[in-house]
């Protein structure tokens, strides 16, 4: 505990150094810009800002790039919950009750809850990663491609728990959404499935043109088709701040979420994805306040915020501790290190102790950075909604276009965008949900990979998904969420309370 | 009047001496080029090696030429359509492609319908780095060398698990080139990118895997994982004590490699000025110490050997891509 406080100590003289303290928040800053632009993503950012970075010290240049990665994803909940654009898979989930809020006039509280739960969480999950990171690795390692398929199956079957209404709706959706991730280049075969000859098809759909097209745009053909809902959100905008009982409401949630995002993050490869959808499912089922889920619940806002936040930090575990990117953004970093003649990895921390500790403290800076910036500046976006709609919505078309050609650099995408737009916009006619969609979209492919692994280790086996402990117990609990959803008798009761709710 | 006419006359005296200070000791100065920022297409995302290496060129090319270099990243189907949008580019020399194994090598022969050649749609201007393949395997493996793989793999059946980051990569191909060649059988584990095989080998959950050294290099250095073998014809100066194949009693050597090419028909000063300035680049010590430290070797060949080089690359792994069973799409 001793060494704790010590090496906490030189992390923090590392981390507020005048010039480190100027570069997170310049990180942020960028980041929450980057991250309020729909589809303008960190990853492209932070490839454009590399090779600034050859020429600072090791500890700045990652101070600053892990900054722009957390601002990033909280300037993705403002746009989320604002404009009902989700511009990454966890802030689907934050779309799902946050654009509800904002549209009962508690925009404010929404993006307070996004800043207040995101900072709380982040900083319970840096002391964990201080006290237990180089621990936590071996629970990274433990889980085999048959844990996780097993996990990512529970994730699927609980996921029909999303769907408002219709389990059967919930279901197709889900498979819906699966299907379109089998689209693309077979991992294990280099064999392309669905592409119709279409080059730009060969490496799968888009995440991005997806979730926007079937948010954002929807939302736009939808608003534009009732002239009276286009004046809904600009003329209640109410109190910026929470009241008394929103916050009392949002505390278990962050509570909940920080635990959940803290455990899921250290998983490499899926495990942050699986965080915020996790959470929503976890406060749809458990909160007091189950019943106003769909109508704009800040427990569905401040329960996802805090675990999507809580994974991001922890998801640094396998990469300081084995030196494995988790997603892209970290690929960037340790690309950044490396270039820098850094090894990531067990070693850092005993070679470069003043890099490896400043990191820690730095991302609780980051985070501290984040809230300065941004709760000052809700009062701002919020005004945004007091922009005419016929001025707003062409602005954010042109955001989305802008930002969907960017990533990959090509047009394709933007057609792309546009007809899951329209596709969006059959699916609220027909009263089909986007959330599982996407969560199929995203966890179909991987759960695909994983399982097709564990059969080629085993030599077709299939008895390898009940021997090991952590895909059995998975296995047990999904087996149970199954039965619970098809008993009859407990789904009328679903239903009673979905209608009770809405 | 006079005052500013006088101006306007230092002015242009200034502009033609400097233009003259400038061309004089550089008679080969191409014409014209260049004649604005520089677009170099990355065929792969951002942050993988390709990557890297292009933002590192593209950083000293710009200094060198006085234009900004700019990257940008159009990647796609086995990076073949970013090197597409290259062979379809005017040939002026400010459209270029960091051409690679993968998109002109390995590629075309997985890749059925191909619209570029990747010898005559292209002008292949510079070797930038070479890597060699690596093999490694878990520190308690009892795997040491490559007569105990070979043991290993005829006591299993269905032979031995090797992992690699993808089908149809260099480092797959490798596995297939080996298998032949020793005779045995193997179970081919792909997976997303080096990173996730990686951890699957530290976590003993696949015995060895086939990866570049760059990704490797790492965790070589820190025992996280034992190398047992390297595909380059030499021993590697920054890892004396791996093996080579040939050493090892396999006639096998394969380099992964990345360089700068344009357009076919691209005119010969810009060529030669491009060619001249890269080898600067990867010249200076800053890059060789970087190159280094990911574990490549910077390249040496003229224009002319490089493309021929290219065409005996496509001519080499044609065969091991059909006998791999990596599918062309068609």
Redesign the interface.
Known sequence: METLFTNLALGFSVAFSFENLIFALLGAFIGTAIGVLPGIGP??T??LL??IT?GMSPTTAIIMLAGIYYGAQYGGSTTAILLNLPGEVSSVVTVIEGYKMARNGRAGAALCTAALGSFFAGSVATVVVAASGPLLTSV???F??ADYFSLMFLGLIISAVLAQGSIVKGIGMVVLGVGLGLVG????????RF?F?V??L??GVGFVAIAMGMFGIAEIILNLERPESRNVLTNKVGSLYLTREEFRRAVPSVLRGTVLGTVLGIL??GGASLSAFGSYMVERKVSKNRHLFGTGAIEGVAGPEAANNAAAQSSFI?LLT????AN?VM??MV?AL??Q?I?????MVEAQPDLFWGLICSMWVGNLMLLVINLPMIGMWVKLLEVPYRHLYPAIMVFCAIGIYSI???VFDVYLMVLFGLFGYLCSKLKLEGAPLLIGFVLGPMME?HLR?AM??S?GDVMVFIERPISASMLAIAAIALLAMLLPGLRSGKEKAMAEGG | MTGRLTRRAIAAGTLIAGASLLTAPRPLRAQGFPSGPIRLVVPFAPGGSTDLTARLVADGLGQRLGVPVVVENRPGAGATTGSQTVADAAPDGQTLVMSNIASHAISPALYGNLRYDPVRSFTHIAMVITNPSVWVVNPRSEIANLADLVRAAKAKPGGLDMASSGAGSSNHLLLVRFSELAGIEHTHIPFRGAGPAMTAVIAGQVPMMSDSLPSAAAHIRQGSVRAIAISSAQRHPAFPDVPTFREQGFDLSSTSWFALSGPAGMPAPVVERLHRETMAVIASPESRQRFAELGGTPGDMTPAQFTTFVAEEVARWAPVVRASGATPAS
């Open positions: 990853v492209a932070i490839s590399l090779p050859f990274a390692l433990s085999g491609p280049t077979d991992v294990q075969t280099g064999q392309q592409t000859g080059p730009e060969s490496d490499p490869g396998p084995l030196g494995i990117p892209a690929a960037l690309g490396i270039i003649g090894q990531p990895g067990p070693r990959n650099n090509n990979e692994r080629l280790l030599r």
